[in-house]
């Protein structure tokens, strides 16, 4: 069973005048077939926790492990993260003008799985994840996330993750800029992946309304670059009541 264990994550990133803390000592534990939401008001640290373990440039770690399966993930490139099982659909994905979304999926899991996907069993598993995600064929035929709507960006990002089966989902604010109908689809995208078992899911948002669709197995509450409270899912009605107040003031410890 995949773990991925964050033990004192302490991150840091440049501004205009100086260097700030974002992350002071999360610890996390995630395990393959495990749904973790993560949970916050915006300036927490939710995005940071998501990028610095994805490995983007802009964040320096200055104290903690990250390990998935023991193995040093802060060690390793990004893509080596990727190829290890760990998997980002970021809150705003980017344009890559020239690639076709079929050349990117199929160039993306030639690298995951070691050797390219026989054609015509790929051709088929796209064509059923895609129609799951209500995608139009002609989808694939597109520039990468060019010209795209929040809802097709949101789609594209977890029809990867359905095809590239990772141990490890992170999923950064995939409700945001999604209407009802776009955010039941993608949503049920993400219980189909789960369902399989064979992936921990770390869903971070900071409201509960995909979480109506998504149930998650534990609640963390982000607040001031640490979880300050983790309960059950009957944590998110709590938050859907009272708010993040309490947190942001320091009234709740971890």
């Known amino acids: ?24 000592g999360v610890d996390l534990t995630v395990k393959q077939g495990e749904t973790h939401a993560i949970m916050g008001p915006n300036g927490s640290g939710k995005s940071t926790l ?13 104290q903690g492990t990250v390990t998935l399966d023991g193995e040093d993930v802060l060690e390793m490139e990004v893509d080596e993260r990727a190829r290890a099982g760990m998997f980002l659909a970021m809150q705003y994905p980017v344009e890559v003008p020239g690639v076709s979304v079929s ?11 070691g050797e390219a996907p026989k054609l015509r069993t790929w051709v088929k598993e796209v064509k059923e ?6 995608m139009d064929p002609s989808f ?17 990002e977890i029809l990867q993750m359905e095809l590239l089966k990772p141990k490890i989902a992170i999923l950064d604010e995939t409700d945001s800029g999604l209407d009802v109908d776009a ?18 899911t770390l869903l971070i948002t900071h409201y509960t309304r995909i979480l109506r669709y998504i149930k998650p197995d534990f609640v963390h509450v982000f607040a001031n670059g640490k979880i300050a409270e983790s309960g059950g899912a009957e944590l998110a009605d709590k938050l859907e009541s009272e708010g993040y107040e309490a947190y942001v003031k320091g009234g709740a410890s971890a």
């Not at 069973?1 to 002071?24: F, P, Q, S």
């Not at 050349?103 to 799985?113: C, H, Q």
């Not at 955010?183 to 921990?200: C, D, H, K, W, Y």
Request: glycine share 10%; no cysteine.
């Open 129 to 134: 994840a895609m129609a799951g995600l209500q």
């Open 140 to 156: 694939a035929e597109r520039n990468v996330n060019e010209g795209f709507s929040g809802g097709e960006k949101k789609r594209h």
């Open 50 to 62: 998501a990028y610095s373990i994805a490995g983007h440039p802009k964040y320096t770690i200055t």
């Open 1 to 24: 069973m995949a773990t991925l264990e964050i033990r004192d994550l302490h991150v840091t990133v440049e501004v205009e005048n100086g260097t700030k803390e974002i992350l002071k």
């Open 103 to 113: 050349n990117f999926l199929r160039t993306s899991a030639t690298a995951i799985r």
């Open 183 to 200: 955010l039941r689809v993608v949503s049920e995208g993400v219980n189909r992946v789960r369902a399989t078992g064979e992936v921990g």
